[in-house]
T-cell receptor
Framework: AQRVTQPEKLLSVFKGAPVELKCNYSYSGSPELFWYVQYSRQRLQLLLRHISRESIKGFTADLNKGETSFHLKKPFAQEEDSAMYYCALSGPILQGGSEKLVFGKGTKLTVNP | DAGVTQSPTHLIKTRGQHVTLRCSPISGHKSVSWYQQVLGQGPQFIFQYYEKEERGRGNFPDRFSARQFPNYSSELNVNALLLGDSALYLC???????????FGPGTRLTVL
């Protein structure tokens, strides 16, 4: 079964501190992993995807197939990083091909001044 | 471009009623996906449509149905509403079924 687990519902850090949001997945195959972010009163938006291997807004995430993890990291958190973060997995190709997304329950990050 | 738009923004229904939610994709996008987000949970996949054909269906009962129109807009229909259908319904559009999905603001459905 495909499953995405985000063990922390809430995470609170101080500005300038490192932050790591954990994500573990269960998938039989080669998954595509994503991090989505939702800032207050804004819509859900893609932050980064593992195939692009980019750093977005200082965030990085490395796919660890051995540990089935895709943790999101940032060395120095900023107050504007406060948001809801969702880890997601691209499921199997359905009839004709689709990018069904399987989401975790999300982690609410608060960066305190 | 205003991005993906959804209507209405909020809706209150009673058990047993029927509801229709609407989604307009970003111009040029031909794929629309629907997700249900219950409070405290992540979005859960309901349907994906591409070029007016259903490309995927999540684990939802037959009370849930959808369609995509020639202009690529989409409707999600839910019959015989249950209290448990109360949720935020998200629509996402993309160029194709395997491209990045852009989400709308959602429709908040409350079933009393």
């Amino acid at each position: 079964a495909q499953r995405v687990t985000q063990p922390e519902k809430l995470l609170s850090v101080f500005k300038g501190a490192p932050v790591e949001l954990k994500c573990n997945y269960s998938y039989s195959g080669s998954p595509e992993l994503f991090w989505y972010v939702q800032y207050s009163r804004q819509r859900l938006q893609l932050l980064l995807r593992h195939i692009s291997r980019e750093s977005i807004k200082g965030f990085t995430a490395d796919l660890n197939k051995g540990e089935t993890s895709f943790h999101l990291k940032k060395p120095f958190a900023q107050e504007e990083d406060s948001a809801m973060y969702y880890c997601a997995l691209s499921g199997p190709i359905l009839q004709g091909g689709s990018e069904k997304l399987v989401f975790g329950k999300g982690t609410k990050l608060t960066v305190n001044p | 471009d205003a991005g993906v738009t959804q209507s209405p923004t909020h809706l209150i229904k009673t058990r047993g009623q029927h509801v229709t939610l609407r989604c307009s994709p970003i111009s040029g996008h031909k794929s629309v996906s629907w997700y249900q987000q219950v409070l405290g949970q992540g979005p859960q996949f309901i349907f994906q449509y591409y070029e007016k054909e259903e490309r995927g269906r999540g684990n939802f009962p037959d009370r849930f149905s959808a369609r995509q129109f020639p202009n690529y807009s989409s409707e999600l229909n839910v019959n015989a509403l249950l209290l448990g259908d109360s949720a935020l319904y998200l629509c996402a559009s993309s160029f194709g079924p395997r491209n990045e999905q852009f989400f709308g603001p959602g429709t908040r459905l409350t079933v009393l």
